[in-house]
């Protein structure tokens, strides 16, 4: 069994292919049982997000702004305290964010960004649910951000998604005891330094995501991608990992679960 541990159910890029339903159908036919879909913007998504996990079988959610959407008016108002209250009475709201730092694309101002991404790091401490992290070209903030804020104290559970920052974050995220989840690029030819990467990570730190839309794995590149997806990705990091396609997937189902330990299987 797999699980897709980040995925963008609602995106609009993703409703070509189908309801949330029929991709969380599809991705059971393909021996994907569990996903996390994640939160952007919590004023927009959350009721949204909420319905859909109701709806559906082992299927969770978090709670979270996205950086790029850190300057957002709407965003700003909420409060840390809003963020534990929903976190809190919500059985299906498994984690925190995705928040962290992006400037890459610069959508949102770094202080913004800054102040968004602690009052998350708040939220997660408070409720003991994971933080979900994103972050790209901005790795020295990020590590510093979480150990200025606690975050670094081997209790605070912390995910770095998507995977595809720099040796040095990887051995910090290593040291700290931090999982890492990989995505389709771990299958993308000219990627061999992210491979190099995640062979170094230990197993019981590793979970794998599709990210949906974004990031489809090979033999589906260039398409938009969907849980289902997921299985590509897990099946190329088993050989990675000199391990059978059922270990690989046992292993991170497992840790999945040790990690998101509020997720309960229907």
Known sequence: MWI????HLNHTNIEGLGSPEDLVKNARDNGVDGMVIICCRIHEEMDDLLQICDNNRNV???????????????????TTE??????????????????????????????????????????????????????????????????????CDGKTKVVMHCFSSNEWLAQKSIDEGFMMSFTGMITF??????????????????????????????????????????????????????????EFAAQTTKNFFNFFDKAKQD
């Open 82 to 151: 809003e963020i534990i209250e929903i976190a809190n009475n919500n059985p299906k709201v498994i984690g925190v964010g995705e928040s962290g730092f992006d400037y890459y694309y610069k959508n949102s101002e770094p202080e913004d960004q800054k102040a968004s991404f602690i009052k998350h790091i708040h939220a997660g401490k408070e409720t003991g649910l994971p933080l979900i992290i994103h972050t790209r070209d901005a790795e020295e903030d990020t590590y510093n951000t979480l150990k200025a804020e606690g975050a």
């Open 60 to 78: 969770w959610c978090s709670v979270g702004t996205h950086p790029h959407d850190a300057s957002n008016k709407n965003e700003q108002k909420i």
């Open 189 to 246: 030819k000219k990627l061999q330094w992210l491979r190099d990467i995640a062979k170094k990570v230990p197993l019981d730190q590793v979970m794998i995501e599709t990210d949906s839309p974004y990031l489809s794995p090979e033999p589906h590149r260039g398409q938009t991608n969907q849980p289902a997806n997921v299985r590509f990705t897990g099946q190329y990091m088993a050989d990675l990992y000199n391990l059978t396609e059922q």
């Open 4 to 7: 897709d541990s980040h995925c």
